[in-house]
Protein backbone atom coordinates (compact mmCIF):
# COMPACT_ATOMS: atom_id res chain seq x y z
CA UNK A 1 0.00 0.00 0.00
CA UNK A 2 0.60 3.65 -0.17
CA UNK A 3 0.23 6.57 2.25
CA UNK A 4 0.08 10.38 0.19
CA UNK A 5 0.55 13.20 2.10
CA UNK A 6 -0.50 16.18 0.81
CA UNK A 7 1.78 18.97 1.52
CA UNK A 8 2.10 20.19 4.89
CA UNK A 9 -1.86 19.76 5.38
CA UNK A 10 -1.00 16.00 6.43
CA UNK A 11 0.76 16.92 9.37
CA UNK A 12 3.29 15.42 10.42
CA UNK A 13 4.38 11.31 8.88
CA UNK A 14 6.47 9.97 12.11
CA UNK A 15 3.89 7.68 12.69
CA UNK A 16 5.20 5.53 9.72
CA UNK A 17 6.99 2.04 11.05
CA UNK A 18 9.99 1.80 9.15
CA UNK A 19 9.51 -1.83 9.34
CA UNK A 20 6.26 -1.57 6.82
CA UNK A 21 8.73 0.38 4.57
CA UNK A 22 11.41 -2.09 4.57
CA UNK A 23 9.78 -5.87 5.06
CA UNK A 24 6.01 -5.30 3.79
CA UNK A 25 6.90 -3.42 0.55
CA UNK A 26 4.56 0.00 1.84
CA UNK A 27 5.35 3.74 0.42
CA UNK A 28 5.29 7.21 1.52
CA UNK A 29 4.70 9.81 -1.36
CA UNK A 30 4.42 13.27 -1.21
CA UNK A 31 1.23 14.90 -3.24
CA UNK A 32 1.73 17.98 -5.30
CA UNK A 33 -1.54 19.43 -7.16
CA UNK A 34 0.80 21.61 -9.01
CA UNK A 35 3.08 18.72 -10.20
CA UNK A 36 -0.67 16.74 -10.52
CA UNK A 37 -1.91 19.37 -12.46
CA UNK A 38 1.39 20.20 -14.89
CA UNK A 39 2.15 16.09 -15.42
CA UNK A 40 2.19 15.31 -19.15
CA UNK A 41 2.59 18.65 -20.53
CA UNK A 42 0.00 21.92 -21.18
CA UNK A 43 -2.21 18.53 -23.73
CA UNK A 44 -2.93 17.01 -20.27
CA UNK A 45 -2.69 20.09 -18.39
CA UNK A 46 -6.05 21.89 -19.87
CA UNK A 47 -8.57 19.05 -19.70
CA UNK A 48 -7.42 17.92 -16.29
CA UNK A 49 -7.58 21.44 -14.82
CA UNK A 50 -10.87 21.82 -16.04
CA UNK A 51 -12.65 18.68 -15.00
CA UNK A 52 -10.96 19.33 -11.56
CA UNK A 53 -12.44 22.57 -10.94
CA UNK A 54 -15.96 21.23 -12.05
CA UNK A 55 -15.93 19.02 -9.47
CA UNK A 56 -14.60 21.24 -6.67
CA UNK A 57 -16.91 24.01 -7.79
CA UNK A 58 -19.80 21.82 -7.79
CA UNK A 59 -18.87 20.68 -4.26
CA UNK A 60 -18.88 24.69 -3.19
CA UNK A 61 -22.80 24.87 -3.79
CA UNK A 62 -25.21 23.93 -1.19
CA UNK A 63 -25.48 20.97 0.11
CA UNK A 64 -21.81 20.21 -1.81
CA UNK A 65 -19.29 18.32 -0.03
CA UNK A 66 -17.76 21.65 1.47
CA UNK A 67 -21.08 22.53 3.58
CA UNK A 68 -20.79 22.50 6.81
CA UNK A 69 -23.36 21.51 9.70
CA UNK A 70 -23.16 23.90 12.20
CA UNK A 71 -24.56 22.70 15.93
CA UNK A 72 -26.01 25.56 17.60
CA UNK A 73 -25.63 26.12 21.48
CA UNK A 74 -25.56 28.48 24.29
CA UNK A 75 -22.68 29.13 26.69
CA UNK A 76 -24.55 27.17 29.37
CA UNK A 77 -25.24 23.98 27.00
CA UNK A 78 -21.49 23.98 25.55
CA UNK A 79 -20.00 21.37 27.70
CA UNK A 80 -23.09 18.77 27.50
CA UNK A 81 -23.37 19.14 23.45
CA UNK A 82 -19.48 18.67 22.94
CA UNK A 83 -19.67 15.53 25.41
CA UNK A 84 -23.08 14.43 22.76
CA UNK A 85 -21.12 15.06 19.87
CA UNK A 86 -17.75 13.19 20.68
CA UNK A 87 -19.79 10.32 21.61
CA UNK A 88 -21.01 10.36 18.26
CA UNK A 89 -19.80 10.77 14.39
CA UNK A 90 -18.86 14.48 14.39
CA UNK A 91 -17.65 14.67 10.84
CA UNK A 92 -18.80 17.77 8.96
CA UNK A 93 -20.03 19.01 11.92
CA UNK A 94 -19.22 22.22 13.96
CA UNK A 95 -20.37 23.52 17.68
CA UNK A 96 -21.49 26.88 17.13
CA UNK A 97 -21.55 29.24 20.77
CA UNK A 98 -24.75 31.89 20.46
CA UNK A 99 -24.16 34.53 22.30
CA UNK A 100 -27.85 36.05 20.89
Not at 9 to 27: F, Q, S, T, V
Not at 61 to 71: A, H, L, N, V
Request: glycine share 12%; no cysteine; proline share 3%.
Amino acid sequence: GTVYTYGGLAGLAGNINPMDLIYRHKKLKGFLVADWIQDGGMLRMIPRMLSASRKVNDGLKSPGWSSTQFMDTTLEKAHDDIVKLLASSITGKKLRIRFD
